[in-house]
T-cell receptor, first 115, second 117 residues
Framework: DAGITQSPRHKVTETGTPVTLRCHQT?????MYWYRQDPGHGLRLIHY???????DKGEVSDGYSVSRSKTEDFLLTLESATSSQTSVYFC??????????????FGSGTRLTVV | AQTVTQSQPEMSVQEAETVTLSCTYD???????LFWYKQPPSRQMILVIR??????QNATENRFSVNFQKAAKSFSLKISDSQLGDTAMYFC??????????????FGKGTKLTVNP
């Protein structure tokens, strides 16, 4: 969707290195989310944000940190990547009140491989 | 915590036929939303259909319809006149409407649907 972009689209990194994934939106939505998708697990919430500098943990937050210094950007950082973090990462946005329970707009995903 | 169960990891259907994907969920809440998302090989997540729990009428979007059974906590997706472009992973998802503002989605593990020519 044109209103949300993720970068990079693909990345290969080595175990133990730091990695940052970027999510950028042009919709001015308040809420942003990071999910990871793994076979047999569906999508699981890592962290989410409900405003600038306001973030909270999701279901699988261990090993991940996030930052949101501007409304439009939500960064996901793997401080020291491990092979278990090999996954496809999705960013999503939503706006409560715009269409309550309207569902998300998703980015196109980042495939991260940790070798 | 809410959970979403999709009991069919894989399904296949012949082109032009009808297929139903199952989804059950567990919640103690009375007000919530349910969704079906489609993920084709391109990886893009596409909203197929949305149901509000307080509405008894089943949602319909063209060839896609749901059978929402609130008491049974069941939310199945029916695809009529299946097309090759319907080949995708389908995810059922739940959203509690009383989350204090944030709209966290809980996903099932997905059903991989293949439409055969």
């Amino acid at each position: 969707d044109a209103g949300i972009t993720q970068s990079p689209r693909h990345k290969v990194t080595e175990t133990g290195t730091p990695v940052t994934l970027r999510c950028h939106q042009t919709e001015n939505h308040r809420y942003m989310y990071w999910y990871r998708q793994d076979p047999g697990h569906g999508l699981r919430l890592i962290h989410y944000s409900y405003g600038v500098k306001d973030t909270d943990k999701g279901e699988v937050s261990d090993g991940y940190s996030v930052s949101r210094s501007k409304t439009e950007d939500f960064l996901l950082t793997l401080e020291s990547a491990t092979s278990s973090q090999t996954s496809v990462y999705f960013c999503a946005i939503s706006e409560v009140g715009l269409q309550p329970g309207g569902g998300y707009t998703f980015g196109s995903g980042t495939r991260l491989t940790v070798v | 915590a809410q959970t979403v169960t999709q009991s069919q990891p894989e399904m296949s259907v012949q082109e032009a036929e009808t297929v139903t994907l199952s989804c059950t969920y567990d919640t103690s809440e009375n007000n919530y939303y349910l969704f079906w998302y489609k993920q084709p090989p391109s990886r893009q997540m596409i909203l197929v259909i949305r149901q509000e729990a307080y509405k008894q009428q089943n949602a319909t979007e063209n060839r896609f319809s749901v059978n929402f059974q609130k008491a049974a906590k069941s939310f199945s997706l029916k695809i009529s006149d299946s097309q090759l472009g319907d080949t995708a992973m389908y995810f059922c998802a739940f959203m509690n409407s009383q989350q204090g503002g944030s709209e966290k989605l809980v996903f099932g593990k997905g059903t991989k649907l293949t439409v055969n020519p």
